[in-house]
């Protein structure tokens, strides 16, 4: 009988010198309390490559290999929960307050278009989001105005999956029928289809947040949604991220954060606005 192969145990020091590595490099900081979960990602991958330790796993990482496991090691612990419409006062709050808020100040500028930034994007229900949002507004709000919506992520896998865009009926759960209908191509009992003219408002880009001196490449922007991801970094990383962002935003524009994620201790260059059952803010 052929034993089946046994996953390694995280060692405490294997554990904390693998958190500094991953912590350097995403911003994601692993507390005590997160061990086994660590432990249970980098197992599959310890186990496909066939090593026998976390150590050698660490080791694989740093060598000359490394520069491409970096990108299994980001889709094994990087957390992509997400959904269409997700926390609908906020996502209400942009399409009626927000989006036309940022057009009239791009036009005060003189500017024929509006660019959205969903930093953090997973798989990409929220980019989408934005751009059913933006196609309903077309011959309304947006009339005579270019949409340009840049999504990134630093999980090649889930930058895959958005950019495929097809998705399962759950992820899909807060939408309505008629906006299914009009924003999706049925495939099958539980597939659907994004359509090309949401498609083509969104460029998917893998952008890894503690870049942060590559944020201007990225262009200037009129709303930065930043949702659920905040969490997963310490105070150091969260400060230089807003910091980032408050570079890359036009004047009076809008940060949307998550909304159990404050930027209270950030919020200098910012200022707090409460919409109905939401918050955002607004640069000074
Ligand atoms: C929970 S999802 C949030 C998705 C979406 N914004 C939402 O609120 O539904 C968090 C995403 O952050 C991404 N992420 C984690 N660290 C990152 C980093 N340093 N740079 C860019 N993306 C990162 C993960 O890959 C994951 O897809």
């Known amino acids: 009988m052929t034993a089946l192969p046994t996953s390694p145990q995280m060692s405490v020091q294997d ?7 991953i912590y350097a490099r995403t911003g994601i900081f692993f507390n005590e309390s997160k061990q086994y979960f660590l432990e249970n990602r980098l197992n599959r991958r310890i186990q496909e490559l066939n090593m026998g330790s976390h150590r050698d796993y660490l080791g694989h990482l740093q060598g000359h290999a490394g520069k491409e496991e970096l990108k299994q090691l980001f889709n094994e612990i990087t957390t992509n929960e997400t959904s269409f419409w997700r926390n609908p006062p906020q996502i209400e709050a942009f399409q009626k307050i927000v989006l036309p808020d940022a057009v009239a100040l791009a036009k005060a500028r003189g500017a024929n278009r509006v660019r959205l930034w969903s930093a953090a994007c997973s798989s990409g229900e929220e980019p989408y989001t934005l751009a059913m949002i933006c196609a309903e507004a077309r011959d309304g709000l947006l009339r005579g105005m270019q949409v340009e919506i840049i999504a990134t992520d630093i999980s090649e896998k889930v930058l895959a999956m958005a950019r495929e865009g097809n998705y399962g009926s759950y992820t899909l759960r807060n939408l309505t029928p008629a906006q299914i209908k009009q924003h999706f191509n049925q495939q099958g009992p539980d597939s659907f289809l994004v359509k090309p003219e ?3 408002l969104i460029s998917f ?3 890894n947040l503690v870049d942060y001196a590559n944020y201007k490449s990225l262009g200037s922007f009129d709303v930065i949604f930043c949702r659920n991801v905040l969490i997963y970094f310490d105070e150091a990383v969260k400060g230089k991220v807003i910091k980032g962002f408050h570079e890359v935003l036009q004047p009076k524009s809008f940060l949307l954060v998550g909304h159990s994620e404050s930027i209270h201790s950030f919020n200098v ?4 606005l409460h919409f109905s059952k939401a918050m955002g803010y607004r640069k000074r």
């Open 269 to 272: 260059g910012f200022e707090l």
């Open 15 to 21: 554990f904390l010198a693998i958190r500094e590595f």
């Open 205 to 207: 880009r893998n952008f």
């Open 198 to 200: 949401l498609q083509q």
